[in-house]
């Protein structure tokens, strides 16, 4: 992780100091920002690897700075946020953050959620063979995706998710199947899921309203319906 460059968002100056310390010793380079403009300022100069981001800055928003990110780059960014703030969750996945901590945390906790982030976001370095469905085609150690010749930006939980989905084509599974197995979480929130489905399917869907790829089989969640399995094809 030496030189991965960490962006830490907090107007908290003590909780800043704590986590830029715990992520120093973790081998990280961290640079600090205490408020929305600043942090901007910062992603666009120092270009980090990953952003933690506090869901609750003076002036600007958090999720209004992820929205900003998200239209310059696919950065992952970690999320920090309240107890009790479910609805602030979601519609921090909804704008494209990665992940998220409940604040109060642990920085040991933080400081391996983000390495996890970070390792799948640079992938395995092992030749992995490209995953295509119809006009879709994923790239697993570039981790690049594109549809019909065209690249689409998807962050690093969607990128997972539809990965998982290529690897399994046709089996259905519930939203905590997938909470476990992609995003590696024994428990938590499962509209986290289901805010990540909505998002994929806008991007490679030709109509969202009508998904045809990831399909929702009521009851139990969602399968991936491949194109040899679709007879309107």
Not at 97 to 110: G, I, M
Request: with cysteine; charged share 25%; net charge negative.
């Amino acid at each position: 992780m030496t030189g991965t460059q960490v962006l830490v968002v907090d107007d908290d100056p003590t909780v800043s100091d704590v986590v830029r310390r715990y992520l120093e010793r973790a081998g990280f380079a961290v640079t600090l920002a205490a408020d929305g403009p600043a942090a901007l300022a910062a992603a666009e100069r120092h270009a980090p690897d990953l952003v933690v981001l506090d869901l609750m800055l003076p002036g600007m928003s958090g999720l209004d700075v992820c929205r900003r990110l998200r239209e310059r780059s696919n950065v992952p960014v970690v999320m920090l946020t309240a107890l009790g703030e479910e609805v602030d969750r979601v519609v921090g996945f909804e704008v494209g953050a990665d992940d998220y901590v409940t604040k109060p945390f642990s920085p040991r906790e933080l400081a391996l959620r983000v390495q996890s982030v970070l390792r799948r976001a640079g992938g395995q370095v092992v030749v992995q063979a490209a995953l295509v469905d119809g006009d879709l085609r994923v790239d697993p150690g570039a981790r690049t995706v594109a549809r019909a010749g065209t690249p689409l930006g998807l962050t690093v939980r969607e990128f997972d998710l539809l990965t998982h989905f290529l690897r399994h084509p046709g089996r259905a599974f519930s939203r905590a199947e997938l909470l476990e197995q992609v995003w590696g979480w024994s428990f938590g929130d499962q509209a986290t899921v289901t805010v990540h489905v909505r998002r994929l399917r806008e991007k490679i869907e030709p109509d969202p309203a009508e998904p045809r790829r990831i399909v929702t089989v009521w009851g139990v969640g969602y399968r991936f319906e491949p194109a040899s399995f679709d007879s309107g094809s």
